[in-house]
Structures are given as C-alpha cells and as structure tokens.
C-alpha cells in the first residue's frame, strides 16, 4: 500500500528539519566569531568541561591565576588546587570589563561574565542600557 503523498512530503521535511542541520555557525546560541569575551563567557556553565568552555572562548585567556584550597582542620594537605582564567576587555563606552572562570579538575566552577573592571558593582545607569 503506497503512502500518502503527504506522509512523504512530511517525511521528507523532518529529515531536512533546522535540528538535524544545526551547526556552530548556524546555532543562534553560539556567539559569532568576533563576538566580545563576556558575551561568549554567558554561553558557559559551572560543571562544564574546561576545554570545552576554551573552545566556546574562542581565545586563551589574558591571565591566570593559580593557587590551592585552604588546608583542612589540622592542617592536612589541601583537597585539590584551582584556577581562575580572566578574559579583559572594554565595552562599547570604553570603561574596562573582565570576564573570568574559576575550575578545578578541568571542570568550571564558577563563572563571572562582563565585571567592571576593579571590581565596582555596576551602577544602575548600566544595567538599565544592557
């Protein structure tokens, strides 16, 4: 019993559907290219692997920052040593950012996109033009 030509029809979209299709350059969540450090920094995640997180990067970081965990009670040697990777750049205003990851093991810990540089919270007037 032959198929509806609208089966076959339907059949032959989902196999060409967009998900099947997908690829870096095509996903709407991946950022462009040339697509600045804190926008490509919110594409990551605590738990995600390190070099994965590198690649979405799309360079190596500015600097590093190493050290170890704090010592356990009695001063036993500490769990694990850690990293944290910073990413420095400047807005479209010209006022400094810094985007940083801190990870352990080769997986994220945490994740910091687009900071003002020095620390200082962003004011109010900044958050309101993002």
């Not at 032959?12 to 095509?26: C, F, Q, V």
């Not at 190596?60 to 036993?76: E, K, N, Q, W, Y």
């Amino acid at each position: 019993m032959p198929l509806p030509p609208l089966l076959v029809l339907l059949s032959i979209a989902a196999l060409a559907s967009p998900a099947s299709a997908r690829t870096p350059m095509t996903d709407p969540e991946t950022p462009a290219e040339d697509a600045p450090a804190h926008v490509r920094c919110a594409q990551l995640r605590p738990g995600m692997n390190y070099r994965d997180a590198l690649t979405l990067m799309g360079r190596p970081p500015d600097s590093t920052l190493s050290g170890h965990s704090a010592a356990g009670p009695g001063g036993h040697p500490p769990p694990g040593s850690f990293a944290i990777d910073f990413w420095n750049e400047t807005d479209a205003q010209g006022r400094p950012l810094v985007s940083s990851v801190r990870y352990s093991g080769g997986v994220l810990e945490s994740v910091d996109c687009g900071r003002p540089a020095g620390g200082a919270p962003p004011s109010p007037s900044d958050s309101a033009g993002a």
